[in-house]
Each structure stands twice: as structure tokens, then as C-alpha cells.
């Protein structure tokens, strides 16, 4: 005898298959485009082509011969370096150009007050940018110099470049 | 209400009890991702090019016979105020410590 | 109309106990189905590994000497064994499995600065099904095993540019990269080898040019002329390669006492590494290929070397039998450090 008396368990069947598919479904696909460890991925790579670009500036391309970066600090020459360091972050193997900007600091010890630390800006009107909430990181690199030109007290120092870099 | 067909609420009631085992299962996973490390921050936090750059320095200022005490108290100086680590290198330059709260690193040059 | 006893399954009512348990279950289950929407951010997707494979990639080819690695005897350091990996000849399997790891950096205290016999060596390669039976990496399975790491197989394309334009020097290795990938770049120095050059007007008929390791080793490893792991060039100017009547490559005793100097021709040894002689217009190139030192002739860092040329009559007829004597590490330019750039693409 064929009736309807079966209605109940389909009707009722195919909500608890509906539900728990929409559930399965809700709590696989949700997925946030933007994951927040892109800012550090980004940030690494910045921080590493900054070092790179720091310590090919300070070796010597001949043996008995001045860093780049010592030359620059001694003669107080913040354009060579805005010019030589902007060249070597923004080359890349397929010719496009990187945009990345830069705001550089010289941090020395005060021979007058061993514990105190001055600084110099280093930084240079036409290479480097006002910096504006861009996201940055710093890189450093300790630099020898002979002959200090912020403080005509002592003869030789190491001095620290602080360097902030960020992409445009 | 006593005549009311329950005979299929089974149905229904497993299929509740498996969604809320997903979701369980899903805030459980939610949980466990905020704990450890992605891998550029573990990059960012080793301090592999504050380490190469003392090195490199002492070693070059060794080779070229220009080390005096005050250079070395230079770095020390430096390294503890705008990089936040402690360096500390005997008067030849032939140990050297850092250490920056997070990783710590000792050298000791020549001696085979 | 209700008939007692049977069961009526088109009233369509609830129960109000089902009710009341239904609506505190929806309100619990869209509380849960809000929380969702904050559920799979902390989840790793490939794009960030990626980066950091290329990344670890980026490192252990630029900053680290490779291994199997050698560097000349210092009194503070053991002893290494030579060679260098970039001497090996890889169409040997043992020598091919000795690779470990394949990085170009000069030495170990000199990461970023690679050398570019390492480099050339380390873009030779090929994609066909032979190339374990020549002297070239297989791409990719050898970059993979040696360079990259892992289990997954992944792709890869390396590249690199020198930044002066004068000498733009682009390599390339594995095919072009889709929209999406893992990426480092990274900035270097790269270390060339030396080369001299010599005149006839300079020079007499029996000519020696001298090479002292031992001198040239003890510079640092940035600057030095290393003739065991580069090539080494002499351009011979307005000399044609018919005009040199004889070669030799001798190395001089360390004690003079001990005998006489032991001599090779450089014609003998007909495989790769060799000795080139080429003519370029009106004058002579001899290169020594890097490895030839060591791989043939077996010399090492305190090897003091002559290299002997017997020239025909004709260079300087009034100097005949008379020979000249000319020092490469006096003589030899050695280049300047260049910068370049180095890209690493992982997808």
C-alpha cells in the first residue's frame, strides 16, 4: 500500500543533510583574502636587501682602498650615498626599477660624555623622502672612519649608519 | 501533542550533533593557529646581519691592525643603545659575545 | 476529521518543547557561524612558504661556500681538504653525489661576495635526459637536491645582473616565473679572476713568467689572485700563437736541494680542466682553466710555479737566448669587486 506516511523521515532527513552541508560548507570556504603575515614577509625582504646594499657599500672594491660608506661619512657626502644606495636597492634582473625611498642617520658616541649618543643626519634632499606611515624597516651597519667630521675631539671612531628604507 | 510523530527527530538530532562537531572541530583549529611562528618573523627576529656586521668589523679592524680599546668600546656602546644587544669582545678580539635577549652567540677565534 | 487510532502526518505542528529547543539551538548556531568568519586567518597558504623557500634559497647560494668548500692552510684553522666544488667534474656520479651543497660566496667569512668561477659553474646546466653523463648540474632535479631542499618539488628560476652597465653580465636558470610566487632579492659583489698582459717589445725569447701561491695566498680572500679556483689569463700581444715554439709548466722545489723543477706540457692533457691557447686578432690568450692546478697537475697553495715560454727568433732577434722574467702577482690586473643583483623566483 503506497502512502505518504514516509513524508516525515524524508522531509526531516533532508534537513539534517542540508544542515550539516551548509555547516561543512560555512566552516571550509570562509577564507580571509588579507592574512596579516604578509606585512612581515614584505618587511623581511626589505630588511635583507637593505643589509645587502649596506655591506656591499661598506667593502672595498680593491684590496687597501677606503669602503665606499667610510669615504662618504668622513667627507659628510650624504648625496653619493643617497645616489649609490637608491641604485643598489631598486635594481632588479628584468629592468623595471624598484620604488624604494630612504631616511638615513650616523649615530656616534659623544667623546666628551662616553654614555651619551649623538647623532648627524645623513639623509639627502634629493634622494631621500619624507617618510609618512609607509610600513619601514631600519637596517644598521657599523661603520670605521678615520677621521670623525661631526667631532673634532678624537681621531678614529666606529660609527653606527642607521638607515629606515620602505617601498613607494 | 502526545500524537505527534517524533519517530524521525533522530534524523535530524544527528545531523545538529555532527554540525556542532564541525564547528567544535573548526574552533579548535581556529585556537591552535595562534600559536607559534611564522617564518618571516623568525627571520626578522634572528639577528643574522647584527652578528655578521660585529664580526665582519672586528675582523677587518684585526686584519688591518687598527684595533685599539676604544673602537671596541665604540661597538659595545653602539650595540647596547640603538640595537638593543649586549657585545662584548676581549682586548684581541679574539672572543667575542652577543647576545640580543633573544639569541645569544659566542666565538672564540684561532686556537684550531 | 480525526480518526482516533491513526497517525495523521499532514497536521504539520510542532511541539513547543521542540520549539523552545530549536530556537535556542539557532541563536547558539548563528553565535558560532559569526565566529567563523575569524577562523582561517592563521592558516599557511602556499604563497607564504614560498617566500620562504626562496628566501632559505637565497642564502645558502649567496652566503655560504657550497660544500665540498676548500681554503688554503691557515695556522689557526684544520686543515680542509681540497677542492672546491666547482672543480669536480660532475660527469662523474661519486663526484656528482660528493656535491652536498651548491653555494658560490668565496669563502665562509665572505658571504655576499661570490666568486665567478663558482657562478659560472653553477649555471651550467641542462634540462635533457643525458646531462648526468656530462659536466653539467641536471636541471632541476641536481638544483633541488643540492640548492633548494624538501620533499615537494618545487620550481624555480634564478637570476642575475650585474648592476654597472659596462659589464652586464645576465645568467638565467629555469623557466619564467606565472603570477604568483615566492620571491627574495638579494645584492652581492662579485670577485672576477685576474688576467696580465705582456708585450713582445717587453719580453725575450725565452720568457718565464713566475707565480708564486704561496704569496698570492697569503691575501685575504676578497682581494687575492687564486689560481687553484679561477682562470688564469695571459694575452700575449703581437705574439700569434705560430710564433711560440714550446710551453711549460713547471713547479721549483720547495727546498732547492732536493732536485730540479718538475715540468708539464700543457698540450698533454686534452679533457677539460685544460690549458687554452687561442689566438684574438694579432695576439695570444693562454688560459688555465680553474681546476687545472689542482685536478691535473696536482699543485697547491705552496706550489711555486714557472711558466715557460720559448718564443721564435723573430720576437726579439737581438735578445736571443736571453730570458725575461716577469711576475703575474707584480704584473696581473686584478678587477675590481662588481656589484650585481640576484633574484629567486620559488612557485
Known sequence: MVDDSGQLYTIEGIAAAILMIFTAYLAVNTAVVYTPQDVHIIDMQLEQLGNDALVVLDTPPSESEKSPLQDYIERDKPEWFGNNFTRLMNATTSGNPDKIKYTATVYYRDIADPTNVRTHPFTNSTTSSRYYRENAVNVSRLVYVNDNPYDAIVDDQVVLLEVMVWRD | ?112 | ?347
Not at chain 3, 133 to 140: A, G, I, K, Y
Open chain 2, 1 to 112: 501533542m502526545a500524537g505527534l510523530n517524533d519517530d524521525a527527530q533522530w534524523i535530524v538530532m544527528l545531523g545538529f550533533i555532527i554540525s556542532i562537531l564541525i564547528l567544535f572541530l573548526a574552533l579548535i583549529v581556529n585556537q591552535s593557529a595562534l600559536v607559534g611562528q611564522t617564518t618571516a618573523e623568525s627571520v626578522l627576529e634572528f639577528p643574522k646581519t647584527s652578528i655578521q656586521d660585529t664580526r665582519n668589523e672586528l675582523m677587518t679592524l684585526k686584519d688591518s691592525g687598527l684595533l685599539k680599546s676604544s673602537l671596541i668600546d665604540d661597538i659595545e656602546f653602539l650595540s647596547m643603545v640603538r640595537r638593543g644587544a649586549v657585545v662584548s669582545v676581549n682586548t684581541s678580539a679574539t672572543y667575542i659575545h652577543y647576545n640580543d635577549g633573544v639569541t645569544t652567540y659566542n666565538e672564540t677565534i684561532g686556537g684550531g
Open chain 3, 1 to 347: 476529521m480525526r480518526v482516533p487510532g491513526k497517525i495523521d502526518h499532514e497536521e504539520g505542528q510542532l511541539s513547543i518543547d521542540f520549539m523552545i529547543g530549536f530556537s535556542i539551538f539557532m541563536i547558539g548556531f548563528i553565535f558560532v557561524a559569526i565566529m567563523i568568519s575569524g577562523l582561517f586567518v592563521h592558516l599557511q597558504s602556499k604563497t607564504i612558504d614560498y617566500d620562504a623557500v626562496a628566501y632559505r634559497t637565497s642564502v645558502v647560494l649567496i652566503e655560504d661556500p657550497g660544500e665540498p668548500s676548500w681554503e688554503p692552510w691557515r695556522y689557526d684553522q684544520p686543515v680542509i681538504q681540497p677542492p672546491n666544488w666547482h672543480i669536480l667534474n660532475v660527469s662523474f656520479p661519486e663526484e656528482r653525489d660528493n656535491i652536498k651543497r651548491l653555494g658560490v660566496s668565496i669563502a665562509k667569512n665572505s658571504p655576499g661576495i661570490l666568486e665567478y668561477s663558482k657562478v659560472e659553474k653553477f649555471f651550467t646546466n641542462s634540462s635533457s635526459l643525458g646531462c648526468s653523463e656530462h659536466n653539467t648540474f641536471c636541471n632541476p632535479t641536481d638544483y633541488r637536491e643540492k640548492l633548494i631542499f624538501g620533499d615537494y618539488p618545487y620550481r624555480f628560476n634564478i637570476t642575475l645582473k650585474n648592476i654597472t652597465p659596462s659589464h652586464s653580465g645576465y645568467k638565467s636558470l629555469g623557466p619564467s616565473s606565472p603570477d604568483a610566487f615566492g620571491y627574495i632579492r638579494r645584492i652581492i659583489l662579485i670577485k672576477y679572476p685576474t688576467s696580465m698582459t705582456v708585450d713582445s717589445s717587453s719580453i725575450y725569447n725565452n720568457t718565464t713568467i713566475h707565480l708564486n701561491f704561496s704569496e698570492f695566498y697569503s691575501h685575504s680572500a676578497i682581494y687575492r689572485i687564486d689560481p687553484l679556483n679561477d682562470d688564469i689569463t695571459i694575452n700575449l700581444t703581437n705574439i700569434t700563437p705560430e710564433k711560440i715554439a714550446s710551453t711549460r709548466i713547471c713547479q721549483l722545489p720547495a727546498d732547492p736541494e732536493m732536485g730540479g723543477e718538475v715540468c708539464f706540457n700543457p698540450s698533454d692533457f686534452t679533457y677539460s680542466p685544460r690549458v687554452l691557447i687561442n689566438p684574438s686578432g694579432n695576439n695570444t690568450t693562454m688560459k688555465i682553466e680553474a681546476g687545472f692546478f689542482q685536478q691535473q697537475v696536482n699543485f697547491d697553495e705552496f706550489s711555486d710555479v714557472d711558466i715557460k715560454f720559448v718564443f721564435d727568433s723573430v720576437i726579439n732577434a737581438s735578445m736571443v737566448n736571453q730570458t725575461s722574467y716577469v711576475d703575474y702577482g707584480d704584473t696581473a690586473i686584478i678587477p675590481p669587486l662588481l656589484p650585481a643583483v640576484l633574484e629567486v623566483r620559488i612557485w
